[in-house]
């Protein structure tokens, strides 16, 4: 089952419960046809992970494998929750094919676990069928930002409000067809960051910024982001998305200790985007995930200018995407 990253507008930053990903608050976002990750499972003895980068096998060991034991775990406590405790085999052969290089902010790990859940999807549907809302809940049991790539287009996740394991999910806000958007990802550096986010979202409530930031987007982000989106109001979109990238970014780098994701190319693309847009009036907008690469949103009207302006970016890898 092929799965892909998403983007999002509205960042999902920091749990009221780390072990079930249970987020904060809201996040919105949109899926990408590209770059894909392919999961295939087989049922087997036990649990065993191959996984595969650009063709380049990556062993899976460590707190790497105990993040794959614990969602698969956490899987079948939700099944059996939903009346189906023995839909999952006793053990599971599960292989990733990624085409997207992992661990520098382009949510690799929302494409494998999206993934995960969807092949568990279609490998258990004889015995329990379930529908979007349930698969992006398994999704989200591996990583939160996953729930989001369960579904095509512009897709809410809903933090919800109790500590039940089934208590956030994610739901399609709009379809890709009804806006095309592009992402022009601009990678300046492939190296691996040294802190993932799961570490990072137990370390944002140490930061003096956070509260006030959950409470912007309670009261007021996610609701202008998605005007923004069903409206088709760039300007809206642009400038409720930077701030609220530059807001994350803002609290990773109080947290105690301070996350730096962003580097000095990151800042420099950043303020070229800023420059280019103003003397071009190009509807572009830039975000940030945990990691230095710059997503470059824009539409069907600024692609050709913004795609010239990203692959100009010396030493930088340039992947483009669309909505999908
Ligand atoms: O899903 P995780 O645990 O990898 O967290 C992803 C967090 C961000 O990518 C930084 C933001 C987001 O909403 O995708």
Redesign the pocket.
């Known amino acids: 089952m092929l799965s892909s990253p998403?983007?999002?507008f509205?960042?999902?930053?920091g749990n009221r419960n780390n072990e079930l990903?249970l987020p904060m608050a809201d996040?919105l976002?949109m899926t990408l046809d590209h770059p894909n990750a392919e999961i295939t499972i087989q049922e087997a003895d036990t649990l065993e992970i191959h996984s595969y980068t650009m063709g380049k096998e990556r062993k899976i060991e460590g707190e790497h494998l105990e993040r794959f034991r614990t969602h698969i775990e956490l899987t079948r406590r939700y099944l059996a929750g939903i009346g189906a405790p023995k839909a999952l085999p006793s053990g599971l052969h599960i292989t990733i094919a990624s085409n997207i290089p992992p661990s520098i902010?382009l949510?690799s790990?929302?494409a494998v676990f999206s993934g995960i859940a969807k092949t568990i999807r279609q490998m258990i549907d004889k015995r329990v069928e379930l529908d979007d809302a349930q698969t992006s809940i398994i999704a989200r049991l591996g990583?939160?930002?996953?729930a989001?790539s369960v579904i095509g287009g512009y897709v809410a996740l809903a933090a919800g409000e109790d500590n039940a394991i089934n208590a956030s999910r994610a739901w399609q806000i709009a379809p890709a067809n009804h806006w095309q958007l592009y992402d022009i990802i601009v990678v300046p550096s492939q190296t691996e960051k040294s802190v993932?986010?799961?570490e990072?979202?137990a370390l944002a409530h140490t930061s003096p910024h956070f509260a006030a930031r959950i409470e912007a987007i309670r009261t007021r982000r996610q609701r202008e982001c998605v005007d923004a989106i069903l409206e088709k109001d760039f300007e809206k979109l642009q400038r409720v998305s930077e701030e609220d990238a530059l807001d994350?970014h803002h609290v990773m780098e109080t947290s105690n200790p301070p996350l730096k994701y962003l580097s000095q190319e990151t800042h420099r693309i950043v303020g070229e985007v800023k420059a280019l847009r103003e003397k071009e009036h190009l509807p572009v907008l830039f975000t940030m995930?945990?990691g230095p690469t710059v997503h470059l949103i824009c539409t069907d009207e600024a692609v050709q200018e913004v795609r010239s302006f990203a692959k100009a970016q010396k030493g930088c890898t340039v992947f483009e995407a669309k909505v999908g």
């Open positions: 998403n983007i999002a509205i960042k999902y930053w990903r996040s976002s902010g949510a790990s929302a990583s939160g930002s996953a989001r993932g986010s799961t990072g979202h994350m995930d945990a």
